[in-house]
């Protein structure tokens, strides 16, 4: 997945006719002044890959083709209501704070809230659960970050033998472009690459 919060639609068009179609925002207001612009890129997929503020699930639901940071059974919810309005099914991961981080959003592993959200595969006819994602604690030694991908990996394993239903668990969305190879030696499906792809952002 290439990532990219604060790249211009130009160069986003230009990943694509390179041949990339799988593409991450952080932000809906942000995608929402592009989208009109990447309409053109018919087969280009666009996830919404930053904390979704329940309040904007209605516009994430129209504007994005899946959410990758669900972190609680009110936003599930909300974008369910939203997406059944539009007509549509929303695939979502859920979004895992595997480090226990206070300043980062996700739902704690093995939590209440988590099983509020699997509780609700089964009733939430316009979503998709498709997997795990995660951002664990930044190290400068991208090896600090393989307990952290191994321990999703293993929650992701455990969930996915209780076969609940409605939600399938075949992606793991985990490493980004300082840490994407431990990533995958950990199981990652997915890893999101903005930096490797786009250079440095600048400051905003």
């Known amino acids: 997945m290439a990532v990219t919060k604060t790249v211009p639609a130009a160069r986003i068009a230009e990943a694509y006719e390179a041949g990339h179609r799988l593409f991450g925002e952080n932000r809906v207001q942000e995608f929402a002044d592009k989208a009109g612009a990447l309409a053109r890129l018919a087969d280009a997929e666009f996830h919404m890959i930053g904390h979704l503020q329940s309040n904007k699930a209605s516009k994430a639901a129209e504007i ?13 919810e909300r974008l369910n209501v939203a997406a059944a309005k539009l007509g549509k099914t929303v695939d979502v991961l859920l979004e895992i704070n595997i480090g226990g981080e206070e300043a980062k959003s996700g739902v704690a592993p093995e939590s209440e809230e988590l099983e509020r959200i699997l509780a609700g595969g089964e009733q939430w006819s316009s979503l998709r659960i498709r997997g795990l994602m995660t951002v664990p604690p ?16 293993e929650l992701r394993d455990q969930l996915a033998r209780r076969d609940l239903a409605g939600v399938k668990l075949e992606t793991l969305s985990m490493g980004m472009s300082h840490d994407f190879e431990v990533a995958i030696e950990e199981g990652s499906t997915c890893v999101r690459i903005g930096t490797a792809i786009f250079g440095e952002r600048g400051k905003e």
Do not use: I, T, W
């Open 64 to 76: 994005f083709h899946a959410v990758d940071s669900v972190d609680s059974a009110k936003l599930a």
């Open 138 to 153: 930044f190290m400068e030694d991208p090896e600090g970050a393989r307990p952290y991908f191994r321990r999703l990996r």
